[in-house]
């Protein structure tokens, strides 16, 4: 199995931590995305989105976006239970995740950190940013992981971009709920952090 990856991506981030806490072997590939890298010839054969994360099987099938990935990798694990309501419950986080959180979290980091010329979309991705950290700290409030009683694919799915999100000059002081959560993540057996190169 190869993970072709850029490692300060969130969505990578995601794949790599799951394998971890599974203690999947895998082979690591780095894409620049930033010289090119996920739009060469070579590459496109594999994802024609040209994005990554992109997973390889060992029988040569590919598999692009980050959360079909953790979807299939844990399928048979602790981290998402066969319960039908339970795995519907995970996609609905899941689906916000990509749809409301993620064009706005990891979109205005993304901007401080690679596009300052895109400053000005700044203030109208904070402030959907914000209504989705709400949105988390209210259930958060109230839960401790997003479905169930223990991790599962949802926790990792929002915390990739989450625990960044002062990278984008978002201030989590406020959000108790969702610190003591994230705390619960980086506790967990076989945490890695987004820095570390596989």
Not at 7 to 29: F, H, M
Not at 67 to 72: D, H, S, T
Request: a neutral charge.
């Amino acid at each position: 199995m190869k993970l072709y990856d850029f490692l300060p991506s969130g969505n990578g981030y995601k794949v790599r931590l799951l394998l971890s806490w599974l203690d999947q072997a895998y082979e690591y590939q780095e894409v620049d995305i930033h010289a090119g890298d996920s739009h060469s010839p070579e590459f496109l054969t594999l994802n024609p989105a040209g994005q990554i994360p992109l997973l390889v099987l060992d029988d040569g099938r590919t598999l692009a976006e980050s959360n079909a990935i953790l979807f299939y990798l844990a399928l048979g694990s602790d981290y998402l239970p066969s319960d039908a309501f339970a795995m519907a419950d995970i996609l609905r986080w899941m689906f916000f995740e990509q749809y409301k959180h993620e064009p706005n979290i990891a979109g205005a980091r993304f901007i401080e950190r690679f596009a300052p010329k895109r400053k000005k979309e700044l203030p109208g991705l904070r402030k959907k940013g914000v209504t989705a950290l709400d949105i988390m700290e209210a259930h958060l409030g109230a839960h401790d992981y997003f479905v169930g009683d223990s991790l599962t694919i949802a926790d990792i799915s929002l915390y990739a971009y989450t625990h960044m999100a002062g990278e984008g000059g978002y201030d989590l002081k406020p959000y108790k709920a969702i610190k003591k959560w994230m705390k619960r993540v980086r506790d967990h057996p076989g945490y890695v952090k987004i820095t570390k190169k596989p």
